[in-house]
């Protein structure tokens, strides 16, 4: 099993011990959580701490932080300097709080430890507020930390759920709607995104702006996107969603993560199931990261299959994806189906906290809709994620 260990503050910060059902749903052995946010102000600051290690093994630490900017920290445990991570960004919403690898298989013995941790640009603004270990078990023990099982009749809970509204992007010809039943809606148990041919009006239509998304006056389409950029993100876990989707050229449903840092491609991008219509048993699956030239440099296999070669259309299968700090490995139906591996020295950007996204575009790369369909949906029975 794993276990979280409350890290005890020496300095002017205390901590106070809470149950694990009480943070974040970790079913962890112990938890503490600062009674006042430890905040880099300047190159003098250090945060410093005193841990406990029931029994000797190799160890995760991590942060629960919040800042704008990647920064890198110098980690000392008993006054030596070991391996750190370099820290993304964990967000841009006020308060919130994200959970960043600190560093990966520390050997440490039984007994307490000094813990030293110096921030090397403390000029950027960086927010700490627990401090945590979690002793490494093979194999790796899931726990889940965050699910939709779309049980409430009607719209997604907007307390997970936002929605993004107009024209978004690869000059795609649908117009994302929010808050209309006919292109998004929950019915026993699952959700429903629905893109439907009519005309809609650009609400953001400007004649005389240079932006395909606004110098539009109308769309062909309209659809839906979901996603919980306001309400949740990770670092590293398992992601996974039980999706049916239909065939059909033209249709393209996507269930996906975004870095919730940076632009494009340099804050990451999970693409954990597309599916482009016009080929009913192939799924795409893809990471999405910025090379040396700041560029888009996607590994990817565009040729996914089910087992026995059926459809993979008109019947639910089961999407994933497992990623850490120098691996990302994607699943259907629990089958690995292929893996992109860190380089070193090479831009990796899925360090970055991603959020989920799910959208059904049309046209595009999936090819134009026939004259005949004026309405499309794929099929989301539920969307977990477990670290």
């Not at 112990?30 to 102000?41: G, I, K, N, R, T």
């Not at 110098?74 to 993304?88: N, V």
């Not at 959970?99 to 110096?118: P, Q, T």
């Not at 993100?233 to 989707?245: H, L, P, T």
Request: glycine share 6%; net charge positive.
């Amino acid at each position: 099993m794993k276990y979280f260990l409350a890290f005890l503050l020496v300095s002017v910060l205390t901590a106070v011990p809470i149950s694990a059902a009480q943070y974040k749903n970790f079913d962890y052995a112990a938890v503490c959580l600062l009674e006042s946010d430890f905040e880099w102000e300047n190159a003098t600051k250090v945060f410093r701490t005193v841990v406990k290690i029931p029994a000797a093994g190799d160890y995760n630490l991590y942060l629960d932080m919040a800042s704008q900017e990647r920064n890198q920290v110098t980690l000392l445990i008993d006054g030596k300097e070991l391996p750190s991570l370099e820290l993304p960004g964990a967000g841009r919403k006020p308060g919130r709080f994200l959970r960043i690898k600190l560093a990966a298989g520390i050997s440490l013995s039984s007994g307490g430890h000094e813990v030293e941790i110096r921030a090397n640009a403390p000029w950027k603004k960086m927010t700490i507020k627990a401090l945590l270990a979690e002793k490494v078990t093979i194999p790796h023990r899931w726990q889940l930390v965050w699910n939709e099982e779309f049980e409430q009749d009607g719209f997604p809970d907007p307390a997970k759920w936002r929605g993004e509204e107009g024209l978004l992007r690869n000059q795609e010809p649908q117009y994302y709607t929010i808050g209309r039943r006919e292109n998004l809606q929950i019915k026993d148990g699952i959700l429903r995104i629905t893109a439907k041919r009519e005309k809609w009006l650009n609400r953001f239509h400007d004649p005389n702006s240079k932006d395909w998304r606004k110098n539009r006056p109308d769309a062909e389409f309209t659809s839906a996107q979901i996603d919980t950029f306001y309400s949740a993100a990770w670092q590293y876990g398992k992601i996974e969603a039980r999706i049916k989707v239909i065939a059909g050229t033209g249709r393209w449903p996507a269930f996906w993560t975004m870095g919730v840092t940076g632009r494009w491609p340099a804050q990451g991008e999970l693409d954990i199931m597309e599916y482009f219509g016009k080929s009913n048993n192939r799924i795409t699956q893809a990471l999405h990261k910025a090379g040396i030239d700041g560029k888009d440099h996607a590994v990817q296999n565009w040729n996914i299959k089910t087992r026995d070669g059926s459809p993979m259309e008109g019947r639910f299968h089961l999407y994933s994806v497992i990623w850490d700090e120098n691996k990302v490995e994607w699943f259907i139906d629990n089958r690995k189906t292929f893996e992109a591996i860190r380089q070193p020295g090479l831009p990796w950007c899925v360090d970055n906290p991603q959020y989920i996204i799910l959208n059904h575009a049309v046209g595009s790369y999936s090819g134009k809709v026939p004259p005949e369909i004026d309405s499309m949906s794929f099929y989301i029975d539920y969307v977990r994620v477990y670290q």
